[in-house]
């Protein structure tokens, strides 16, 4: 529309261009939101995130520049007015104080363990308001050790500290054997991928955690790396989220067997009996319940006798002989506690994920601080809600256990339509798009995989919620200082564009005099009324229709104002003489009579 008014188009062009990017600095002022907040959805369907609407000032500032001096060095005989008005209303330092503020901020969370692959994500933790995090080894020190072992034939509680292979079985608070344990110990030391080492003085594992606390606690039953030799591994069906056990198949005194260690509800599934006869479903589950209510990570194996040479997922079915299962201590970290307790008062919600049995991750829950009666949802129930029931669940929920990398997407997804900024961690290959679809993915720098941290906008170093919350918390202070920088240059390129304004309204006022002077320089003058020159005759002209021709004049301003001023005035006489008639229609006649 402007390009068609003609020369006398600076002011609404250049007003109604800056406006867009004043508005779009007002808005993040008075809101409080990210910049990302401003734009919801998802990048398939439009969404521009963070990383994105931070481009947008100096593409925004840039377009209306060029439309500025576009319209000024095409139409306006003085190009230096638009010049100048660019220059004032554009805030040029902004983009570059905003990279520069990032980039601090990036510096300052390097040197916390934390690594941001995205710039952008710096503004994005601060508005953060759910972090969903993992478990083991990011809520907890993931220094497991068994503490407790239940077999058909006893159970036995299992002293130690950390990956030391040094410490009694207790019952009853007295040492026994643990010779009624030894197929369960066998079954947890060859279904194993972990390699035990002493360096420094101390003991460390190489592999998964857990691998490493059984290999442990079979070294203090005297079983260790010459066992394992003498049953070499033949096949093996890796873990897996979905199917949650591990798989193999040995070749050893005994023959070929199958041992099987996972979650104990997918093992018990697999097994016919236990050891002592029958199997009593029940009885181990109470069992089981025990040890995850104590805040026990719990493991459950089986075994039976091979019936061919390789391992294939057929062979998991039925038959096996259920050994018993093992307890797994996993501290929180103190550090961790502390942090959600910082989350909480910052009005940060603080949900875990994890594969973990329900009654254990709600009893590690419980032990951080999370919730005062943190509230459970399994990853089966998780299933059987539709996305709009997930949505209300996952707003009550504080953990999700037994959760598959499907079950996080759909969590983030919900908690995202509520208009919520979430962090996600991750550390699988499964787990990248999850990482990929929350606001700020969070991949673990210790046991996470490449394809995570691909994923990922930040990675954790020392895979500890604590640097979480230290990175959400310097988020804040870049957020806050980006808004500081904006509330200085919004004044500042306000007030010189204001000047400009000011200038070009004077001299539009001064145009419009001009005009209304020649005509009345041409015109006859009666004893009432004033008659200007119009297509060679006389017209009566109405004096509001003066006062507003001036008017419009000062408002169209310039050349363009001149050059309309004659016909602007004769069709507002026209109106105006018309809507005051006594006789309208005898007014319109003669209207247009004069007219023609």
Known sequence: ??????????????????????????????????????????????????????????????????????????????????????????????????????AIGVRRMAARHAIIRKLPAVETLGATRTICSDKTGTLTVNEMMVARIVTPEGDWQVEGAGYAPEGRFLRDGQEVSAEGARRLLRAGMLANDGKLMQRDGAWHVAGDPMDGALLTVAAKAGMGEAEREMEPVLDAIPFDAEYRFLAVLTDGPEGRMIRVKGAPEAVLAMCDSDSGGPLDTALWQQQINALAEAGQRVLGFAERPAERDDLVMTDMKRGFVFLGIAGFIDPPRPEATEAVALCRSAGIGVKMITGDHVLTARAIATQLGMAENPLATTGAEVEELTDEELVDVAERTTVFARTSPEHKLRIVRAMQSRGEVVAMTGDGVNDAPALKQADVGIAMGRKGTEAARQAAEMVLTDDNFATIVAAVKEGRTVFDNIRKVISWTLPTNGGEAVAVIVALIAKGWVYALITFGLILAVQQLESHVLQPLVMGRAVSVHPLAVVLAIATGGVLAGILGALLAVPILAVLNSAIRVLLADDPEAEQEQVVAELE
Do not use: N
């Not at 390009?3 to 779009?24: E, K, M, N, R, Y």
């Not at 947008?56 to 377009?63: D, Y």
């Open 1 to 102: 529309l402007f390009p068609a008014l003609g020369a006398g188009d600076t002011l609404p062009a250049v007003i109604c261009a800056s406006a867009g990017v004043w508005l779009f600095c007002f808005l993040i002022l008075r809101s409080g939101l990210s910049f990302g907040q401003l734009f919801a959805g998802s990048e398939d369907d439009g969404y521009l995130p963070a990383k994105d609407a931070i481009g947008t000032i100096p593409g925004l500032t840039t377009m209306t520049q060029l439309g500025v001096d576009a319209v000024h060095l095409h139409r306006d005989p003085a190009p230096d007015i638009g010049v100048a008005l660019a220059v004032g209303v554009i805030p040029e330092g902004l983009p570059a104080v905003i990279t520069i503020t990032l």
